[in-house]
């Protein structure tokens, strides 16, 4: 019932940027939060940046000042600026929903991940 299809990943050389979409649809009463993870080979999933209903902001540690979370509501669609990128970013990068789908019912909800490869 619920969609997130994901775009703006490739490669690019370091120092360079990409910008992430995710575009969720389906059956969905209210956002409780949209947010983006990554996962390298041989590493855990991580959190990259979150975005809850109210406009508050999560980063890593390791995005702050280089990343750029923000949404457009009307069109459920959150967005990933990465600015400054460098090769430790290279992970497949995975949008998260926390989404109400009725008036007493949430879940989370993932998109089918984009690769970003940051090389020289």
């Known amino acids: 019932q619920v969609q997130l299809v994901e775009s703006g990943g490739g490669l690019v050389q370091p120092g360079g940027s990409l910008r992430l979409s995710c575009v969720a649809s389906?059956?969905?009463?209210?956002?409780?939060?949209m947010g983006w993870y990554r996962q390298a080979p041989g590493n855990q999933r991580e959190l990259v940046a979150d975005?809850?209903?109210?406009?508050?902001?999560n980063y890593a540690d390791s995005v702050k000042g280089r990343f750029t979370i923000s949404r457009d509501n009307a069109k459920n669609t959150v967005y990933l600026q990465m600015n400054s990128l460098k090769p430790e970013d290279t992970a497949e990068y995975y949008c998260?929903?926390?989404?109400?789908?009725?008036?007493?019912?949430?879940?989370?909800?993932w998109g089918q991940g984009t690769q970003v490869t940051v090389s020289s």
């Open positions: 998260k929903i926390r989404a109400y789908t009725d008036y007493q019912r949430w879940d989370d909800y």
């Open positions: 975005i809850n209903s109210g406009g508050a902001i």
């Open positions: 389906g059956s969905i009463f209210s956002i409780i939060a």
